[in-house]
Structure formats: structure tokens, C-alpha cells
């Protein structure tokens, strides 16, 4: 079982932290993959691609159909953009499932779909605000989750790792050294334990499922950021699509609620519980960011859908 780390010439905030892992001892040259150049340390693959990230579908088979290697889970590195423009590095799980049929996909995916979040979220995030605080790359950049959102489509578990939010930041080669150094530590390649590894028989296997707020997805990271936390899919306000019932009265049971919000959290449920085979997936809702008659409707849904709903205590 190998561990893909994707990176792309076409994106200076990916070519930067892999250039800077590459520098690291102990890799040497694999097998291309269709003309791209791949590298190994351990087990662990480097990919240099030179086309967007999120249009490179299913890398997991093509690299299993090239090699024989099976793969385990997946990590991208990347630029990240923002209307703030504010410096920022930030993890995220991908999947577009709120989007539907015949709806445009402007940054790679399918409709309904979303990829198994990688376990490496939640532990990678807190090695990465550790890192940053050494290296005195905060407060100038923040630390932050995103919500699920954008491609490429793929099977196994996966990450994007990225540096915000502009050409300037991109090309920051302290920033960049520092994504080398998560990637290096978190995968073990130090000669230390991997960070994130799940095991199902691990005395903490509850594993939190966010829904709503917004897309730095606030009320969710401050859970995240103890200790111990696993997280899946993390699904802002904007993903699930609600169509307001209007003055009609919303029994807590509602089939009222339109939308495609159901199958968003439907997909984004079902694969949490994949990554996380044996782990208990609970809902974490971000109360104040919903009306009442949308947090009527989700926590009806979930009743029915037998998905708990945790508090903060339960992670």
C-alpha cells in the first residue's frame, strides 16, 4: 500500500513544497505514468504532473494499473484561492456533491460525488498549525480547514494541502518548506510514526461529520483542534441546497424541504464511514449558522437516517 503525494508544474504553490520535499533525503526515480516523472521514498510516491490538479481523474487507478501498487490514499498539493487575498495554508477533503446533473463543474468533479475524505485530515491539520507556530509563519498566515469542495474525481482517500491566497504567497519558499515538512513528518518519512494512520481499533474512533457555516468552516475547527479529533466531509452552508418551504409549517420529519441538500449529506456520510472502516461517524452541526426550519428539516433527516448527532464532548 503506497501513498500518492501529487504535484503540478502548472501551480507554483505545488511545485514549491514538492521541489522542497524532493530535497529531503532518501527519494529516488520510479516509474513515469504517462510521461509524468514520479519519485520514491519508502512508501510513499511523488507524482509531477503538468496540467490542473483537478481535471487529473482518477490518478489512484492509473497509478495501480501503471505499477501494480496499491493505493492507500492520496494528497495534493496546491495553490489556494481567496477573495481576502490573505496568506493562509489550509487542508480540505474534495467532492462536489451538492452539484447536480447538467449543473457546470468549473474546478473538476461529477455531480453527487464526493471522494473519501483522507483520515490524515484531522491530524494534519493540527501538525500543521504546530509547524507554522515554529517556523514563525504565524499570524502572517492563518492556519485553516476548508470545506469539501472541487475535484479531481478519485476512489481512495484524499486530501488537498494548500498555500493562500495569492502569486505572491504561492511562491514563498518558507511556505513551502513548511508543507514539505508536514508531508515529510506526517508521512513518516523521518524515521518517526506516520501522523494520521486510522486504526479501527483505536480507543477514539468517533469521527465528526460537519454541517453548515461557513466555508473555513469555524464551529467545526474548533473541535478539530484538540487532540485526538478525526474529521470527514465537512459540508459548508452552501452545499446543502434548501429550497425555503415558505410560510408552510416543517414537521422535524420533513420530506417539505427541497433541494439536493439529502444527497449531500447522504454522500458525504457514506464515504466518511468508508476512510474510517470501524469508526462511529457523527453529525456536528453548526446550530446558528441554520433557520429553524432548515435545522428542523437536517436533524429530522439524520434521525431517520440513524446518523447520531455529536457534541463537542463526543469527539
Known amino acids: 500500500m503506497v501513498t500518492l503525494v501529487v504535484a503540478t ?18 527519494w529516488h526515480p520510479g516509474p513515469s505514468l504517462q510521461d509524468a516523472a514520479s519519485y520514491i521514498n519508502k512508501e510513499v510516491r511523488l507524482i ?13 487507478k492509473r497509478w495501480e494499473e501503471a505499477t501494480g501498487e496499491t493505493v492507500n490514499d492520496v494528497v495534493f498539493l496546491s495553490k489556494h484561492v481567496a477573495s481576502s487575498n490573505r496568506p493562509a495554508l489550509t487542508i480540505h477533503p474534495i467532492g462536489t456533491p451538492h452539484i ?11 455531480p453527487g460525488w464526493a471522494a473519501p475524505p483522507n483520515p490524515r485530515i484531522g491530524p494534519w491539520f493540527r501538525l500543521l498549525k504546530n509547524i507554522a507556530d515554529s517556523h514563525n509563519l504565524t499570524p502572517e498566515f492563518e492556519v485553516t480547514l476548508e470545506a469539501t469542495h472541487h475535484g479531481p474525481e478519485i476512489d481512495s482517500p484524499t486530501m488537498f ?7 505572491e504567497y504561492w511562491k514563498r519558499q518558507d511556505a513551502a518548506q513548511a508543507i514539505a515538512l508536514l508531508v515529510w513528518e506526517g508521512l513518516g518519512l ?20 460537519g ?12 473541535i478539530v483542534q484538540k487532540d485526538g479529533v478525526w474529521v470527514g466531509h465537512l459540508l459548508s452552508g452552501y452545499s446543502l441546497l434548501m429550497e425555503d418551504p415558505g410560510e408552510a409549517k416543517v414537521p422535524k420529519n420533513s420530506t417539505g424541504v427541497g433541494g439536493t441538500w439529502r444527497e449531500t449529506i ?42 447520531k448527532i455529536g457534541k463537542p464532548g463526543d469527539f
Do not use: C
Request: glycine letters at 12%.
Open 9 to 26: 508544474s502548472a501551480d507554483p504553490a505545488s511545485i514549491g513544497p514538492a521541489s522542497s520535499l524532493l530535497a529531503m533525503p532518501g
Open 48 to 60: 509531477k504532473l503538468d496540467k490542473r490538479l483537478v481535471v487529473e481523474n482518477h490518478l489512484d
Open 100 to 110: 447536480r446533473e447538467g449543473e457546470a463543474l468549473n474546478a473538476g468533479g461529477k
Open 161 to 167: 494541502v494548500e498555500i493562500g491566497s495569492t502569486e
Open 190 to 209: 523521518g524515521g518517526r510514526t506516520a501522523v494520521g494512520d486510522w486504526n479501527r481499533d483505536s480507543d477514539r474512533n468517533a469521527i465528526l461529520l
Open 211 to 222: 454541517i453548515g457555516g461557513g466555508h473555513y468552516v469555524p464551529r467545526h475547527m474548533d
Open 266 to 307: 447522504t454522500v458525504a456520510f457514506e464515504t466518511t464511514k468508508m476512510a474510517f472502516p470501524g469508526g462511529e461517524v457523527l453529525a456536528h452541526l453548526d446550530h446558528k449558522s441554520f433557520k429553524s426550519w432548515q435545522r428542523n428539516a437536517i436533524t429530522g433527516f439524520l434521525a431517520e437516517q440513524k446518523i
